[in-house]
Each structure stands twice: as C-alpha cells, then as structure tokens.
C-alpha cells in the first residue's frame, strides 16, 4: 500500500497526514477506494478504510468523513466518529473539515480535485479542503483559514500548506463561464485555447495558491503535489481520466497528541 506525504509537513510534531493511492488496480475502485457514494461495495470500502487506518497507525472507529458537495461550506470537528463507516452519518454538505483535538482524524476524498492540509502548528489546528474549481473561485481555502482564526486565533504567517494530487493544467479543460469565474481571482490560472485546444485551461494550483497568498500564507510555506490523477491513473483515481466512473483517494490528517 503506497502514500504520498508533504516534506514540509512531515517534520511537525504530533501531526500525522497521508494521500492514498489507487494501489495501481485496473477496475474502476480497485483497490483502495475509500468512498461509500460513487456505487462501489461498501463492505468493502469499510474493509479500504480499516486497512488504511491499520497501516497509518489510527483508531479507524473516530474517522470523520464529510459528505462533499463542491461547496464551501466548512465545518469544526468536535465529534468522533462521524462517517467512519458509512455516508449517511457524515458530516453533510461540507468540504472542509477543522479540528483541534488529538486522535480525531479527518478525512477528504477527491479524484481531479485539490485535496488541501492547512496546519497551525503554534495553535495547534488542522483542516482539510476539498477544492474543485467551484470551491477555488469560491476561496474555500481562505475561507477555512478564516475560521481557523477567529476560532483559534490562526495567523497567516503561521500557517503550512499542503495542496494534494490534482489535475495538471493540461487536463483541466473548462468552459468560458468557469474561466471568467477564475479570472477573478488569478487571470493567469487561465490559459486561453488555440488551433489545438479549442476550450481554455485552468491552472488549478496556481489559483488555489493565489488564495491562500492573498490571504497572507507565505509562498514558501506551501508545498504542491506534482502529481495529476489523471495523468498518473494507475497511481491515483481519476473521475475524468475514468469516464466519471471512480474510486476516491483520500487525504487524511489527525494529531497524535
């Protein structure tokens, strides 16, 4: 079983976080899809999600696990256990999850979407972000951070950011009314079309970065996964590179203590 880990985020103390992979399967969930909505076997999601927790060294039982809508809703973690086995009991119409307390780890699943681990390392605070183009134009990741702060006392210059495996640039193909969406908030994330690409591209990670630079995260505290699903298949899901029939990776973080 393969992760991926931010560098930069592996040295906090207490702080535990890892991406999943697809374990290199060729079905459309196999083999290590750890989401209840998208029409696998539950039995065995639940059987993914204990694996996982086993091997990273978590309490598989205290998981939280939101219900992901490409909102911006976010929501603070005070409840163990919430979707650890099931969808029903997630935390709903939510994408991103904050917690402070130790042991309680959080969980977001994505296939082309942005992943994001914000840490507060001096407040002791995390969150996870599910970022598709719907949740970067509507700045869900400051947003979060914002909570961050007026919950905990969060600062920009403080924190460390972890942007997961999402979809290059390349296999970011938008709309016109995505783009000006975009523009808004970083005309360069949008690469105009030409004789060869007929739609225009979205620099996803660039447009989550100039959120969270706006905001006052330093630049060199955010680390970026060079990874994209799609392009990268037999390591990761991927909803486009899979016709819209996919497993989800994960990304999940917790405290030790």
């Known amino acids: 079983m393969q992760f991926l880990r931010f560098d930069s985020l592996s040295c906090i103390p207490n702080l535990r976080h890892a991406v999943t992979t697809r374990g290199g399967a060729n079905g459309p969930y196999d083999a290590l899809n750890l989401a209840y909505h998208v029409g696998d076997d539950a039995a065995r999601v639940t059987e993914n999600r204990r694996a996982v927790a086993e091997i990273l060294g978590y309490d598989a039982a205290r998981l939280v696990a939101a219900q992901q809508v ?45 992943p994001i681990l914000l840490v507060d390392p001096k407040n002791h605070v995390l969150a996870v972000v599910h970022a598709g183009w719907r949740g970067a134009v509507a700045n869900i990741a400051s947003q979060t951070l914002a909570k961050m702060q007026s919950a905990f006392g969060t600062s920009a210059g403080d924190v460390l950011v972890g ?15 995505v783009a000006q969406a975009a523009r ?74």
């Open 70 to 114: 490409h909102g911006s809703k976010v929501e603070f973690i005070f409840q163990e256990g919430r979707g650890a086995f099931d969808w029903d009991s997630a935390v709903p119409d939510c994408d991103a999850l904050i917690v402070q307390a130790p042991r309680v780890p959080i969980l977001i699943q994505v296939a082309d979407c942005a």
């Open 163 to 177: 942007i997961g495996p999402t979809l290059c640039v390349f296999c970011f193909e938008i709309g016109e009314e």
């Open 184 to 257: 808004a908030t970083a005309p360069d994330a949008v690469l105009l079309g030409d004789e060869s690409r007929q739609k225009p591209n979205l620099d996803l990670r660039l447009l989550l970065r100039r959120d969270l630079e706006d905001w006052g995260v330093l630049p060199q505290n955010i680390e970026v996964m060079p990874h994209c699903p799609r392009c990268a298949n037999g390591l990761l899901f991927s909803h486009r590179g899979q016709n819209g029939t996919a497993g989800r990776f994960g990304l999940v973080a917790w405290w030790e203590a």
